[in-house]
């Protein structure tokens, strides 16, 4: 299946455990999440507070666990980015990472939402799925 969606995910805390500016064990099914929505044509952008020889480090990781990204810390493989006429936000229409607003939902919940393409939302702590949250009857005038 071809795909032109992409998807920029962070490294510390998401693929790997975070023990940054050490490399941590990997999380369980991410490597293979990853190349299975690769294997599907999503272009995978390692979006990350790392740099420099850290950076590098965390490019080879995961290079080594069988994951070439399309693009480092930036919106294409190439980027030369010039502050006076780009927006540092990254092109991307997923974003994958632990520090979201309800934090890490696991890599098997990660592939099934993009897979159904769920929409999602937080209630206290915890993300629930639109799929899997009670619809609330509208009680007005017509219903």
């Keep these: 299946m ?3 969606k992409k998807i920029a995910v962070d490294f510390d805390g ?3 455990d975070d023990a940054y500016p050490a490399i941590g064990k990997a999380k369980i099914f991410a490597f293979e ?10 272009r995978l952008i390692l979006w990350t507070y790392r740099h420099g ?7 080879e990781f995961c290079r080594n666990n ?3 990204f399309y693009a480092v810390n930036s919106s294409f493989e ?4 010039d502050p006076e006429n780009q927006s540092r936000k990254l092109d991307a229409d997923w974003f994958i990472d632990d520090r979201n607003l309800g934090g890490f939902p696991g890599w098997g919940e ?8 769920i929409e999602f939302r937080v209630e206290g702590k915890e993300v629930l799925a639109y799929s899997k949250l009670k619809k609330e009857k509208k009680k007005g005038l017509f219903w």
């Design 110 to 117: 990660i592939y099934n939402i993009i897979q159904e393409r």
């Design 14 to 16: 998401t693929i790997v």
């Design 66 to 68: 069988g994951v070439e």
């Design 33 to 42: 999440t990853l190349k299975r929505l690769q294997a599907e044509g999503y």
């Design 2 to 4: 071809l795909n032109n």
């Design 78 to 81: 190439g980027e030369v980015f």
């Design 53 to 59: 020889k850290t950076l590098d480090e965390a490019v």
